[in-house]
């Protein structure tokens, strides 16, 4: 035993010397950055940095609170917290003017660039962006970003760097592991949301109600073209990220077109379009600093990711509105003038002329009054994405009007993920409002862009397709009683169904399963069930299926669970012997006994599995429940009497 846990010392001493300096590596160049940063700050003419400010010194604040004009408010020191979170300080200040005495701090300043007198020589210097505030608060202070700490964001140029690098998310690179959690989630056979699987456990960054906290102010998001459901869906699936939805408008003719050269700049408005096409929701904010073709925004994260690729552009605000519990900008997209690749926890940075991808998604409704086309263009983000998608759809849904109280809903999901294949969900539902639809939709979004097991997938394209009819078509499964007792191997085993549909009498069809020919005698169960059922046991017989190793095996799974059809009923039987999977090739036709004997003296990438034979019968209803019947079989029955 000496020499192999010698092998496996070294083995484990490989692995975890590299990844013990990688973290390292990560945490000294973050430093270096900051220590960069504040250097260049403490020598710069442009900036005043935290260490010289006094309580009572004073200056300017911009920012904008209708169209695209540029103001000034008043800005008092109160005091710097040092080691407010680790290794960052944040500078408390009173603002007051522009209405903010009766407005309180208002979301959608974020970012506003902070100008402080500096005695030294008389001049107005940066010292970062108002970033901060507290749920209630009667007075108008604010916490505000230090600016050295915003210009060590990764993309940001300052003197002596190097050509930047491209930076790719590290989320979820490739040869992760299985999380087995997460695959439980996905690949669960019920229909179910799936888009808030993609929200980070850590989603909760806003305080609650009369916390006493100082938290990051939150981002409004102004949704144009959205009905009061969809905002109460968005509010709902938003919730605690900082993003808050408010139902708006888009800007006019006649303002864009005045607004038409606003440009980014230190005070004006900035947007980062969420979804632009038939709905239009922006996220609005303000921007802190313009270096070259780099812009520095928000103060605070979005979602803290790193490096992203979203797009990002000028805004208009509409005007301010004013409440007792937290006031805010309602502003929309003026234009798409570059791209956001940074979002870290001192601020965004995005990059001018840059422009970003968005996935384009298509939804058709069918009434029986006529059709809707629907187009819309979400933005790739890994967290977001999948709960977008599930907007688009709802909108589209309840754009005009409810469902029917009594409805039936056919639809279609394809999904074009380019080198992984398309995933193609088809199926129905019946009085059970849309949730098919947005299961089926944000199953493989919130799968394939949250994937422990390789980096994130977005898809290229995304159409879906809705018939609605105002009719439940439901039907419960009752029984099922079989012809005969016993049958030979070879025979087909024959039966009748009996089925409960809603508010209507019963009804009966047949059904029929063709044994093995060369099936041991023996007793056995046929089961009718749904399609719910017959997912779950094929998940259970064969478990290897539903174990993917990388995102390709992942991708066929996740098209695996949503295959069986609501309107088919189906007859099942189980069979005595199953195989043996080895790394996903399956060894067909080993005795249980012996497949599950080699599983445990094998390799640990071997499971045994049983089998089933299944056929389906299509039926005129959404069935639901599922019923057996025993039958022998005898290979020479006159035998016995």
């Avoid at 089925?499 to 023996?522: H, I, M, Y």
Wanted: charged letters at 20%; one cysteine or more; hydrophobic letters at 40%.
């Amino acid at each position: 035993m000496g020499k192999p846990c010698k092998a496996l010392g070294l083995i484990l001493a490989f692995l975890l010397v590299p990844q013990q300096s990688f973290a390292a590596g990560i945490t000294e160049s973050i430093d270096a950055r900051l220590r960069k940063a504040e250097a260049f700050v403490a020598k710069s003419d442009k900036y005043l940095h935290q260490s010289k400010l006094r309580r009572g010194m004073t200056g300017y604040g911009l920012t904008v609170l209708t169209g695209t004009k540029i103001e000034k408010f008043d800005v008092i020191v109160i005091s710097v917290m040092h080691n407010f979170s680790p290794h960052h300080d944040v500078i408390l200040c009173r603002v007051s003017g522009l209405g903010l005495e009766k407005s309180g701090i208002i979301q959608g300043m974020s970012g506003s660039p902070i100008y402080i007198k500096d005695p030294t020589d008389g001049k107005h210097k940066m010292i970062g962006a108002l970033a901060y505030g507290w749920s209630f608060q009667k007075d108008t202070i604010c916490g505000i970003q230090p600016i050295s700490q915003m210009l060590a964001i990764q993309g940001i140029g300052l003197p002596g760097d190097k050509p930047a690098a491209k930076l790719k998310s590290t989320a979820g690179t490739d040869g992760g592991k299985l999380d087995e959690d997460f695959a439980r989630a996905v690949l669960t056979t019920k229909k179910i949301d799936f888009s808030t699987l993609a929200l980070p456990k850590r989603r909760a960054r806003t305080a609650s109600p009369g916390s006493p906290r100082l938290v990051p102010l939150s981002t409004p998001i102004t949704a144009s073209g959205a009905g009061r459901r969809t905002i109460e869906l968005a509010e709902k699936l938003f919730a605690g990220t900082g993003l808050i939805p408010m139902q708006g408008g888009s800007v006019g003719g006649a303002e864009a077109k005045a607004s038409g050269k606003t440009k980014l700049a230190p005070g004006s408005s900035v947007s980062i379009p969420l979804i632009t096409g038939d709905l239009d929701w922006t996220g609005v904010g303000t921007v802190t600093e313009v270096i070259g073709d780099r812009v520095l925004a928000f103060g605070h994260p979005m979602f803290g990711e790193g490096p992203v690729q979203m797009p990002m552009g000028t805004a208009y605000v509409h005007t301010v509105i004013s409440s007792m519990r937290t006031s805010f900008k309602l502003g929309s997209m003026l234009k798409i003038t570059g791209t956001l690749t940074h979002d870290e926890y001192t601020g965004i940075s995005g990059q001018v002329g840059k422009k970003a991808e968005m996935i384009p998604v298509n939804v058709t409704c069918i009434w029986p009054t006529g059709e809707q086309k629907f187009r819309y263009n979400i933005l790739r983000h890994r967290i977001i994405t999948p709960l977008l998608s599930e907007i688009t759809v709802f909108q589209s849904v309840y754009a005009n009007r409810d469902l029917p109280p009594r409805h039936t809903i056919a639809y279609a999901i394809d999904i074009d993920y380019e080198k992984f294949g398309k995933y193609h969900a088809a199926n129905f539902s019946s009085n059970n409002d849309i949730y098919g639809v947005v299961s089926d939709l944000s199953r493989p979004m919130a799968a394939m862009t949250r994937t422990p097991l390789g980096k994130p997938v977005f898809p290229k394209s995304v159409d879906v397709t809705i018939t609605i009819r105002p009719v439940q078509k439901t039907a419960s499964v009752l029984s099922v009683k079989l012809d005969r007792n016993v049958y030979k191997p070879g025979e087909k085993v024959t039966g009748l169904v009996t089925l409960k549909p809603f508010r209507a009498e019963r009804v009966t069809g047949a059904v029929s399963l063709t044994l093995p020919k060369d099936l041991p005698d023996g007793k056995y169960t046929l089961t009718v069930c749904d399609a719910s059922d017959v997912a779950s046991a094929r998940q259970q017989e064969m478990p290897h299926r539903f174990r993917p190793k990388n995102v390709k095996q992942l991708f066929a799974a996740l098209k695996n669970v949503v295959e069986p059809k609501a309107d088919k009923l189906y007859v099942r039987l189980p069979l005595p012997d199953g195989g043996l999977a080895v790394k996903k090739n399956e060894l067909e036709h080993l005795p249980a006994s012996m497949a599950e004997l080699l599983s445990r003296e094998t390799a640990i990438d071997t499971v045994a599995y049983r089998r089933s034979k299944v056929v389906s019968f299509q039926t005129d209803y959404i069935i639901a429940g599922s019923a057996s019947a025993g039958f022998t079989v005898r290979k020479h029955p006159r035998r016995e009497n």
